[in-house]
């Protein structure tokens, strides 16, 4: 790709998501970070009892309809399942997939503060 094109893009770029409204800016925000993630940890709780622990995790997306597109009340990942909740990866901890409701599951996300 020459250079000319490549300025061409980004300013074609530049020029359309400035003249994006807040919400969609913050909406294609969110929707880059569902795709790029952190080192994150969440935490799923029973009431106020941590029941699960997932860490490691480099993606936490929102789940999309296949044919309309529309968000669906889940989310999902992959992480290191920490069995012990001791709040470190110990040998025999593997990464695994995991999901959880939106509407019934009491949980934090976090960034790994360390």
Same mark, same amino acid.
């Given at each position: 790709?020459?250079?000319?094109?490549?300025?061409?893009?980004?300013?074609?770029?530049?020029?359309? *998501?400035?003249?994006?409204?807040?919400?969609?800016?913050?909406?294609?925000?969110?929707?880059?970070?569902?795709?790029?993630?952190?080192?994150? $940890?969440?935490?799923?709780?029973?009431?106020?009892?941590?029941?699960?622990?997932?860490?490691? $995790?480099?993606?936490?997306?929102?789940?999309?309809?296949?044919?309309?597109?529309?968000?669906?009340?889940?989310?999902?990942?992959?992480?290191? *399942?920490?069995?012990?909740?001791?709040?470190?990866?110990?040998?025999?901890?593997k990464?695994?997939?995991?999901?959880?409701?939106?509407?019934?599951?009491?949980?934090?996300f976090?960034?790994?503060?360390?």
């Amino acid at each position: 790709m020459n250079g000319y094109r490549r300025t061409a893009i980004a300013l074609a770029t530049v020029t359309s *998501l400035a003249a994006c409204t807040q919400e969609s800016q913050n909406k294609i925000g969110r929707s880059i970070q569902n795709w790029t993630g952190t080192d994150g $940890i969440i935490e799923i709780y029973a009431g106020d009892k941590l029941v699960k622990r997932f860490m490691k $995790i480099d993606k936490l997306s929102t789940a999309a309809g296949t044919t309309d597109g529309t968000d669906r009340p889940y989310r999902f990942g992959y992480g290191i *399942l920490d069995a012990n909740l001791n709040g470190e990866v110990d040998n025999g901890e593997k990464k695994v997939y995991f999901e959880f409701s939106d509407y019934s599951t009491s949980y934090v996300f976090f960034e790994n503060p360390a």
